[in-house]
């Protein structure tokens, strides 16, 4: 990180961002442990806690889908 200029965030930070990113563009969440190395229950947890309830696009996408 301190190579790349990124300041302020932990490599936790970044992976979890990545999570989010990845579940925005339509990736299951074992896609994304397969991706990011986490376990099942955490990338769930790491949506639950920090990302799904603050993510309108998410929802967005949930009804379209629905409405197919």
Do not use: Q
């Not at 932990?10 to 990113?21: C, K």
């Not at 790491?46 to 197919?68: N, P, Q, W």
Request: proline residues 0%; negative net charge; aromatic residues 2%.
């Amino acid at each position: 990180m301190a190579k790349s200029g990124v300041t302020g965030v932990t490599f936790d930070d970044l992976r979890g961002t990545a999570v989010t990113r990845l579940a925005l563009a339509d990736c299951t969440e074992a896609e994304i442990v397969m991706l990011t190395g986490h376990s099942l229950k955490d990338v769930g947890a790491i949506l639950d806690a920090h990302y799904l309830s603050r993510d309108s696009k998410l929802a967005e996408s949930a009804v379209k889908k629905r409405e197919l």
